[in-house]
């Protein structure tokens, strides 16, 4: 081996025989060229091949990357042996030729290799350009051995080492470079350090080349010429194979790229693998979309979230899944990214609301990351669901809001504080600015601490108590004193416990401090009532079981007893043997025991067995367990009450008994009062309907008006008693309230107009309707107070005002300016036979019953009355009465009497005055009467003969009248015949015989004396006699037929002077009445008319102007009604009757005139001679009418006035009153 070596190998290069070789520039340019493009293709390569991760792609793109460097070496050789030109034919042996390249392409491998690892040492790099360098000069001598021509090949071993030497340094500085560049990222381009690479490279294939050549040889002869630089073979030669090294590269790089391509392609499915994980794994909501809002990717999580597939929403505009206003919000941002490229919202986090596919909201939280691709633009968000974090907030707000209103709503101040000197606080609630007047951050920043608020003795009392439980581990409470802001000392009291750490050592104090001062002021003055009652009250306290616990002294003191001698006994040894027995006593102690209180006056027994009555309270006593656990007894000595009672009890049943021998007596004298007044008036109105002399009449009225005056007494005294006895019933009817007050007003009118008062009604059209009440018992308490008012005003006026209080209650108020009421006197207006001054009576006559009466009846009736009065100026009687809303009903006026169609009446009394009454009054009304005695009279009567009626007297000798009536319904049962109605007549007013004669089968009522009107309307009721309009017309026919009814007139107004005054007045005001009346009716005003046509028929009636009363009552009711077509007819009725009654009432008036002109002759000296005589008559309790006449004839008219209060006087009896005004006008007249 050694001998073919030395074979090849010359030493002497000055051989004759050596051929001579040039060079073609071109080709070894070409050759360079190759060898760096090949260096640089394969470096790239490498690079390439250094990002493949797949065990197989690897070394394919590195056998690739050697295969096309292999090739570019072996490129470069041939190109570099064909740019030799050597003077002989040059041939190639195919086979070495080719395999020539494997040395270079398994050295160019190797390399590469080297290159790919991360870390490669110096050591490896120089191994690495050794073979490398090695394999670039094997490839290029077996190359030049496959060379086949003349001369001989022969090699010159220094430039053969010298070539081995520069390929080896050349290509460790190639890969040297290769890789201290690979370690510079980031400081030069990639692109630079592979063509710097290459470059060397390149360098050490070329120098290697060549240098290899000048190592060569060539022996011989030269057999041709020297050939040209572009021959064509040489040319074709050189392309074909850098063609060939070219196709080998782009192979080379196709192989690389077709590895590239499948291990990007792994890596992008398993990037797209893993980023699908990731997003379908995270527990966020992630959804793509491009910048048109157009959804490009939906999660798992953001499916669950929104309610939405992938599949519905992939592609559909983001807004689907956002509510206003974020939906307009959304397109807004989209909007302002496409025109100006910002967005806003990128890398911000956002909560807001997402919209479920079923429309409810959620809150979430957005945010958004932007992602620039080549291509587009996308947007992700990432989107939380914060409903949980929401719900735990809530919750957690709710559980911070519980310990807070825990804390404020403490009874105390809630606290944790340092274990030092000042208790520094590290919390206190805001409930110590209430106890103490400082902020709660008074205390946490320092400003303030407890121990300089708390009283310094307290302080040094409780600090050694928290101190003990401390050590102890124990909770403590205490008691101290504080003061606050404002210098006032409260009580506190303090619960606590002490924090340790874990060594166990006090660090902090946590308790609770409440403020007690009310509790001790109360405590304190529950001591204070403990012993007060202890002092004032005897207590005992038993057991369940009767048995005594404890006493205090009071109840020993009462009782007798010591405390020891009592303990432990039975509660029985203060009773009665046989009350300790009782049902009663068991069942008060089993009472208690079931948690019942007891309470009631007892009889006890004292040591002494004396008798102790006693007002006890027995009290249960329930223990923690809410069981009974004890008995308190509260007692009262109340001994001295029941013996006040007891004799307060005989007193009664005394008082009783009086009371009723009163009323029996009342009852009695009631009766037998009665019977003669009953004859009195009866008969005394029969003479004054006869034609009698002036002063006879005037005798017949005054009985008439004394009798009558009795008779209203006794009704004020009767109905007081049965007011006080509670007996007097109220009788119901529906009643216009107009009718009613105007009843009163025209009643009391005359009354009022003598003394020239004014009396006026004022009275609300909300009132004027219908109401459902005792009318009878109003009117009566109206005409008390009106009648007391006139009574006591002498100048001024007098006022009935009625109005709505509320609904259901009417107010009257009843006005004077008379001489009014001391305020001390008030209260006692309302007491029996009380005036408020003692001259009263004596002054103004009257018994003082009017106001009690009226007061009885008001409260009888459900309401109230009072008094306001202010001494010489006036009085007010208030009255406010509960009154329903009645029914409007067709009523005859009260002045009107039915008319009964001619009956056989049967009259049963046992009066003769009586009998002879009835009978001349029912006998004028065309009746046929049948008179007995007695009831036996009257059984036998009524079986012999037919009667349309009874009137039958209760009390009656042999047979009353009720047993009289029981036997009469058995007979006509017996008989069975129609029931003839029976009406009571009896001079008893007491609810108990009404009741009785209703029992014994009586049918109606009436009392006497017999007031004919009553009488005959009970007998209309009773037989069922209807007063229809037409006998109403018939009536008013009858009575109103007169125009004037003078006598009426003069009876009324006292005398004949004052009724034609009042007359003269009438005739001078009613020309302008009548003109006010008709411009009323032509206006339609019909409340005005209304008004004054009431006001005309007052006058007229009072002045006994019949037939202008009757026409004035219909255009009221006229007006009333509103009827337009009636009111022409009356107003021209008025106008004619106006016209022929005003002639004659002016000569009626100038005829008296004249004959008082012919009485003004007599002297003042005259009339003062007169008034003494009457003086001297009324000193002596004496009445002359005549003198009276006389007198009121010869008075001026300026006089009148104060004559008829005298007058008026007299007719009443009220002598002393009369001489108190007749002394007045004697006076006046001087």
């Known amino acids: 081996m050694i001998e073919l070596f030395k074979s090849y190998i010359v030493s002497d290069d000055s051989l004759a025989s050596l051929l001579t070789s040039t060079y073609q520039p071109w080709l070894i340019i070409l050759s360079y060229v190759i060898a760096i493009c090949s260096s640089i293709l394969a470096f790239q390569l490498l690079r390439l091949a250094k990002d493949q991760s797949s065990s197989i792609s690897k070394p394919i793109s590195l056998l690739s990357s050697a295969v096309s460097l292999g090739a570019g070496i072996w490129a470069m050789h041939f190109i570099g042996m064909l740019a030799l030109n050597i003077c002989t034919e040059v041939k190639y042996n195919p086979f070495i030729t080719i395999f020539s390249m494997v040395p270079g392409t398994l050295a160019c491998y190797y390399a590469l290799y080297l290159l790919s690892e991360d870390n490669l040492s110096h050591k490896r790099i120089i191994a690495g350009g050794i073979i490398v360098g090695a394999g670039i000069g094997l490839m290029h001598y077996t190359g030049m051995f496959a060379m086949q021509m003349s001369a001989l090949l022969r090699f010159n071993l220094n430039w053969v080492l010298l070539s081995i030497i520069v390929a080896i340094s050349l290509a460790t500085l190639s890969l040297w470079l290769g890789a201290t560049l690979n370690h510079q990222k980031g400081k030069l381009p990639k692109s630079t350090g592979v063509i710097i690479s290459g470059l060397v490279m390149g360098s050490a294939i070329t120098a290697m080349h060549y240098t290899g050549m000048a190592s060569a040889r060539f022996i011989g002869e030269a057999n041709g010429n020297q050939p040209d630089a572009f021959d064509g073979h040489t040319v074709s030669m050189s392309l074909g194979i850098t063609l060939v090294t070219l196709l080998i590269g782009i192979l080379a790089a196709s192989v690389n790229a077709l590895a590239r391509y499948k291990q990007t392609l792994a890596t992008l499915q398993a990037s797209e693998t893993r980023l699908s994980t990731i997003l379908n794994t995270a527990i966020d909501g992630i959804i793509t979309i491009n910048t048109k809002g157009n959804i490009l990717s939906f999660n798992t999580v953001a499916e669950q979230l929104f309610g939405w597939t992938a599949d519905e929403v992939i592609g559909r505009n983001i807004n689907i899944l956002m509510p206003n206003p974020h939906h307009s919000n959304h397109d807004e941002y989209l909007n302002n990214y496409l025109k100006s490229g910002q967005a806003k919202i990128i890398g911000v986090g956002r909560e807001v609301e997402g919209l479920r596919k079923d429309g409810s909201l959620f809150p979430i939280r957005l945010a958004i990351g932007k992602v620039v691709l080549s291509n587009e633009t996308l947007f992700v968000g990432f989107i939380t669901d914060l409903t949980p974090r929401r719900e735990m907030e809530i ?679 009548l003109e006010e009346v008709r411009l009323a009716a032509t206006t339609n005003d019909f409340a005005l008319l209304n008004a004054l046509a009431h006001a005309q028929k007052g006058v007229a009636a009072n002045l006994s102007i019949n037939k202008l009363q009757r026409i004035y009552g219909e255009i009221e009711s006229a007006a009333h009604h509103q009827n337009k077509k009636l009111l022409p007819s009356l107003i021209s009725q008025l106008e004619a009757s106006w016209q022929s009654l005003s002639i004659a009432t002016q000569h009626i008036v100038s005829q008296e005139t004249n004959d008082a002109t012919a009485n003004e002759d007599q002297t003042t000296e005259e009339i003062l001679i007169l008034l003494n005589q009457l003086r001297e008559l009324t000193v002596k309790a004496r009445l002359d009418d005549m003198l009276m006449r006389n007198i009121s004839a010869a008075m001026p008219m300026n006089m009148q006035r104060e004559l008829n209060t005298v007058n008026n006087a007299l007719n009443e009896f009220e002598f002393e009153q009369a001489l108190v005004a007749l002394d007045y006008l004697i006076e006046k007249f001087n």
């Open 395 to 1073: 919750a957690v707000r709710e559980k911070d809001e519980q310990l807070q209103s825990m804390i404020a709503n403490i009874p105390g101040i809630a606290f944790r504080c340092n274990y030092d000197i000042n208790w520094s606080m590290q919390f206190i609630s805001n409930r110590v600015f209430q106890l103490t007047g400082w902020q709660a951050q008074d205390f946490l920043d320092g400003t303030i601490h407890f121990p300089k608020i708390t009283n310094a003795d307290d302080l040094a009392k409780v600090t050694p108590t928290i101190e003990t439980a401390i050590k102890n581990h124990q909770h403590y409470n205490v008691e101290y004193r504080i003061t606050d802001r404002n210098g006032e000392e409260k009580w506190v009291s303090e619960f606590g416990s002490g924090i340790y750490d874990e060594n166990n050592n006090i660090v902090m104090l946590d308790g609770v401090i409440i403020d007690i001062t009310e509790s001790k002021r109360r405590n304190a003055a529950y001591q204070g009532i403990v012993r007060a009652i202890n002092y004032s009250t005897s207590i005992a306290e038993f057991s369940v079981d009767g048995l005594i616990l404890t006493a205090n002294q009071n109840f020993l003191s009462l009782l007798g007893y010591t405390l020891e001698e009592v303990i432990g006994l039975h509660h029985s040894i203060f009773c009665s043997e046989e009350d300790a027995k009782s049902a009663r006593y068991k069942n008060k102690w089993r009472s208690l025991r079931n948690g019942e209180f007891v309470h009631g006056e007892f009889l006890r027994l004292g040591k002494d067995r004396r008798e102790v009555w006693i007002n006890a309270f027995y009290s249960p006593v329930k223990d923690f367990d809410n069981k009974i656990d004890k008995v308190i007894m509260f007692m009262i000595d109340i001994t001295e009450r029941k013996k006040m009672e007891n004799d307060l009890r005989e007193a009664k049943n005394i008082a009783e008994q009086a009371a009723s021998v009163k009323s029996t007596f009342l009852a009695n004298m009631s009766h037998e009062i009665r019977t003669p007044m009953n004859a009195i008036i009866g008969f005394t109105e029969l003479m004054l309907d006869t034609e009698m002399k002036p002063d006879q009449q005037n005798y017949v009225s005054t009985i008439n008006n004394s009798a009558k005056s009795l008779l209203h007494l006794l009704n004020d005294i009767l109905d007081s008693a049965k007011l006080e006895k509670g007996m007097l019933e109220l009788e119901f009817f529906d009643f216009s309230m107009n009718t009613l007050v105007d009843s009163v007003i025209s009643t009391l009118w005359l009354q009022a107009r003598k003394k020239e008062l004014d009396l006026q009604l004022e009275i609300c059209d909300e009132v004027s309707g219908y109401y459902y009440g005792p009318s009878h018992r109003i009117r009566q308490v109206l005409m008390n107070l009106v009648g007391n008012a006139i009574k006591f005003t002498d100048i001024g006026s007098v006022k009935l005002k009625v109005y709505a209080q509320n609904q259901d209650v009417i107010h009257f108020d009843v006005v004077d300016t008379g001489i009014g009421i001391a305020a001390d006197r008030l209260d006692a207006i309302f007491e029996p036979f009380t005036q408020a001054d003692a001259s009263m009576s004596r002054r103004f006559g009257g018994t003082g019953l009017g106001t009690t009466i009226s007061k009885q009846l008001v409260e009888a009736m459900g309401g109230t009355i009072k008094a306001t009065s202010q001494l010489g100026k006036g009085s007010c009687f208030s009255i406010n009465l509960p009154l329903k809303k009645g029914e409007e009903k067709e009523l005859l006026t009260l002045d009107l009497i039915s008319k009964l169609p001619p009956m056989r009446i049967l009259v049963a009394d046992d009066i003769a005055q009586n009998r002879e009454l009835l009978k001349i009054i029912l006998i004028r009304d065309g009746h046929e009467v049948t008179l007995v005695s007695n009831g036996e009279e009257a059984l036998e009567q009524f079986a012999s003969h037919p009667f349309d009626i009874v009137l039958m007297d209760v009390q009656m000798p042999k047979v009353d009248g009720l047993t009289a009536t029981r036997r009469i319904r058995a007979l006509e049962l017996e008989n069975n015949t129609l029931k003839t109605p029976i009406i009571a007549l009896t001079a008893s007013v007491l609810e108990e015989d009404r009741v009785a004669a209703k029992e014994a089968g009586m049918d109606g009522f009436s009392t006497k004396p017999i007031e004919l009107a009553n009488l005959t309307r009970e007998m209309a009721r009773v037989l069922n006699v209807n007063d229809t309009q037409a006998q109403k017309k018939d009536f008013e026919k009858e009575s109103l037929e007169a125009d004037f009814r003078v006598d009426r007139g003069i009876a009324l107004w006292g005398s004949e002077q004052t009724y034609y005054a009042q007359l003269q007045l009438f005739i001078q005001q009613h020309t302008q009445a």
